[in-house]
């Protein structure tokens, strides 16, 4: 009997649960084989949409929320979207349930913001609505707990004021194939498009927040890391990439002898891209190498075309390191901290295990946050990608340190046309600048209140002459 291991108080907790799996097999067992499809199909474009990513914490619940999203106005926690009728979305209609995905706002009539990127949401098809609202009412388990709750400052935590920023920016259309492109095309279009949502980090935004279209792929930062310019332009884009290393890249953050996946990127990755088939992933490749290239004045070359081997050793023999570790030189730091994995020449192993420095797009852009940022907080990816992996030396390097070391490894291995300050360096250790919404808001809300005041009382002044 399955009771004779049990004490006798577990056996009624035991039972029960033993009759809610029968219970949930049962309800799943019950239902249709179109049903089935159809929350599968649902689950391949959650996927896509990398759901999982940013309504997720690290050893939490799928989908249970309460990830915090650092923003230039502070941070914005994901919501519970598991099938929870007290904490999450168990209560949407479908309705209601697109309604928040595609236009931003929430059963309760509450705005979004678009750190949840509905603005690309827009364009999902009725069809894929529908699976993706099966999914998450029926092949997602439901979490009986609230996520943290959003505080931003005033006036941002003003959800109403959404609404007009909604009438400024959010287009509210369907995903409309183009005639005079190809099937994969339309595919890839789609999938980057809407799903992907590529263009919330790669196209830069203006000074609301809103995407910049006339540079669409163009390249953004991200408050720390940089999202690099991905258009078809051959010197500051992707457009030398062929299509097999772009998939390549999609599919597992490195294509060789150009770049690894980092960051958010490498999120995504993990989280989504390496999930999707291999024809989606050669879709986005095709799409992407047809996309309006951007071009850059001050790239001379492809970011992964700069570098030599370095030959420094020679220079340190003899010499002993100062006693202060801000005194080191760019190749003192290198050689103590970077050169075991890398080695001496910074060409890295033979079998590109650990990345060369050489022809290595992180050093090649204008833009060397991501250089920074790798040095600063290393390279994670999932765990089903166990053997790369990059430690954050943030805790050992000042920002001094940090600071001549990125700019050797741009001198010798990257562009030497950039240079990295001390003070960006304290910036992206921080976080990142703060918005200057943030400061114009403030100040725009004081003089706003101060005109009220003086209304008020012209007002009442007024009527008391009258009297």
């Given at each position: ?252 953050g490195h294509a060789a002898g150009k770049a690894q996946a980092a960051g958010p990127m490498a999120e995504a990755i993990d989280h989504s891209l390496n999930h999707l088939s291999d024809s989606d992933l050669q879709a986005i490749a095709a799409w992407l190498k047809q996309t309006a290239p951007q071009s850059s004045p001050g790239q001379a070359q492809s970011a992964d075309r700069w570098g030599q081997p370095a030959a420094y ?155």
């Amino acid at each position: 009997m399955i009771f004779k291991k049990i004490k006798p108080g577990q056996q009624v907790a035991t039972l029960l649960a033993l009759w809610l799996g029968f219970g949930s097999f049962a309800a799943q067992a019950s239902l249709s084989a179109d049903q089935q499809q159809l929350i599968k199909k649902g689950e391949y474009i959650a996927t896509a949409g990398d759901c999982v990513a940013c309504h997720s914490v690290a050893g939490g619940q799928p989908f249970a929320g309460g990830l915090g999203l650092a923003t230039p106005l502070g941070t914005i926690y994901s919501s519970n979207i598991t099938p929870s009728r007290s904490h999450g979305i168990g209560n949407y209609s479908f309705e209601q349930f697109a309604r928040a995905v595609r236009g931003g706002v929430r059963a309760d009539g509450a705005y979004l913001y678009p750190a949840m990127p509905y603005t690309s949401y827009a364009k999902i098809s009725d069809e894929d609505m529908q699976a993706l609202y099966a999914y998450f009412m029926q092949g997602v388990a439901p979490v009986d707990s609230a996520a943290a709750k959003t505080a931003l400052p005033f006036p941002f935590n003003v959800r109403l004021s959404m609404a007009g920023w909604d009438l400024l920016f959010l287009d509210n259309q369907r995903f409309v194939a183009d005639a005079d492109k190809s099937q994969q095309i339309n595919r890839g279009a789609y999938l980057a498009e809407a799903l992907e949502h590529c263009s919330t980090c790669h196209t830069p935004r203006n000074a609301l927040m809103a995407e910049q279209g006339s540079q669409a792929l163009a390249g953004s930062s991200l408050g720390t890391w940089y999202a690099p310019n991905i258009t078809s332009d051959a010197v500051a884009g992707i457009g030398s990439w062929s299509d097999s290393e772009i998939v390549d890249y999609l599919k597992s953050g490195h294509a060789a002898g150009k770049a690894q996946a980092a960051g958010p990127m490498a999120e995504a990755i993990d989280h989504s891209l390496n999930h999707l088939s291999d024809s989606d992933l050669q879709a986005i490749a095709a799409w992407l190498k047809q996309t309006a290239p951007q071009s850059s004045p001050g790239q001379a070359q492809s970011a992964d075309r700069w570098g030599q081997p370095a030959a420094y050793l020679a220079q340190l023999r003899g010499v002993a390191r100062p006693a202060q570790a801000d005194s080191m030189t760019g190749w003192q730091v290198y050689d103590g901290y970077c050169a075991s994995c890398h080695q001496p020449s910074g060409q890295g192993s033979p079998d590109g295990g650990l990345p060369s420095l050489l022809h290595n797009t992180a050093l090649g852009h204008e833009n060397a946050d991501n250089l920074i940022m790798a040095i600063l907080n290393g390279v994670q990816r999932g765990p089903e990608v166990k053997d790369v992996a990059m430690p954050a030396f943030g805790h050992l390097l000042s920002d001094h340190q940090v600071t001549v070391l990125s700019n050797q490894l741009l001198q010798q291995f990257g562009n030497p046309q950039v240079q990295v300050s001390e003070q960006r360096v304290k910036e992206l250790r921080a976080g990142g600048k703060t918005s200057p919404l943030l400061t114009i808001a403030q100040y725009a809300t004081a003089i706003g209140a101060a005109v009220v005041i003086v209304l008020i009382a012209f007002f009442f002044s007024r009527r008391k002459r009258q009297q």
